[in-house]
T-cell receptor, first 113, second 117 residues
Framework: GESVGLHLPTLSVQEGDNSIINCAYS??????FIWYKQESGKGPQFIID?????DKRQGQRVTVLLNKTVKHLSLQIAATQPGDSAVYFC????????????FGKGTTLSVSS | NAGVMQNPRHLVRRRGQEARLRCSPM?????VYWYRQLPEEGLKFMVY????????ESGMPKERFSAEFPKEGPSILRIQQVVRGDSAAYFC???????????????FGEGSWLTVV
């Protein structure tokens, strides 16, 4: 089946830098996307979501960009902090009740002080 | 307001034994999802349940795995005759409304780590 993939398995940045985590999805029918953060030994934590009728959505220090033409999703984290160190997953689904999330493999973000 | 509660957090079973994982959804949530995460992998959907009903079990292995969400009590994911390949983290999530839709945030529990020896 189709699945969401990520461009880089790891990303290392310095504290204070901006981080960009990328994700490519293959199911053109997907119309709802979510970014999750998972710290070691914990469950996924919702960060931000976006529907396919939007190109950009901003939260607190985070921005998600969606490019439907090339089926690409990115998560931008401003002023990255050591507490942002975690594995980040993008997930896609159809915006319908009962449809499962399809997760990518994840990008490990390491933030050094 | 407690979040999604899963127990046990860690479980060790010998091959052939049974594993039972429990999930209590957030208060007011009647929709429960189970996902499995293998090492270094993303989460894979297993099953979606509402109270007393299995809505979507398309991600469940055909044999040895079952799930329930009774009228009273937690949701239970049951794995019979476990094998080493069942070793994984099993996550439960809940939501107040059906499915994964915008405006209906899904909350995940902290997971149950199953190790089969």
């Amino acid at each position: 089946g189709e699945s969401v993939g990520l461009h880089l398995p790891t990303l290392s940045v310095q504290e204070g830098d901006n981080s960009i985590i990328n994700c490519a999805y293959s199911n053109s029918a997907s119309d709802y996307f979510i970014w999750y953060k998972q710290e070691s030994g914990k469950g996924p934590q919702f960060i931000i979501d976006i529907r396919s009728n939007m190109d950009k959505r901003q939260g607190q220090r985070v921005t998600v960009l969606l490019n439907k033409t090339v089926k690409h999703l990115s998560l931008q984290i401003a002023a990255t902090q050591p507490g942002d160190s975690a594995v980040y997953f993008c997930a896609e689904t159809l915006n319908q009740a009962g449809t499962a999330l399809i997760f990518g493999k994840g990008t490990t973000l390491s933030v050094s002080s | 307001n407690a979040g999604v509660m899963q127990n046990p957090r860690h479980l060790v079973r010998r091959r052939g034994q049974e594993a039972r994982l429990r999930c209590s959804p957030m208060k007011g949530h009647s929709h429960v999802y189970w996902y499995r995460q293998l090492p270094e992998e993303g989460l894979k959907f297993m099953v979606y349940l509402q109270k007393e009903n299995i809505i979507d079990e398309s991600g469940m292995p055909k044999e040895r795995f079952s799930a329930e969400f009774p009228k009273e009590g937690p949701s239970i994911l049951r794995i019979q005759q476990v094998v080493r390949g069942d070793s994984a983290a099993y996550f439960c999530a809940s939501s107040p409304l059906p499915g994964h839709t915008s405006g209906n945030t899904i909350y995940f529990g902290e997971g149950s780590w199953l190790t089969v020896v």
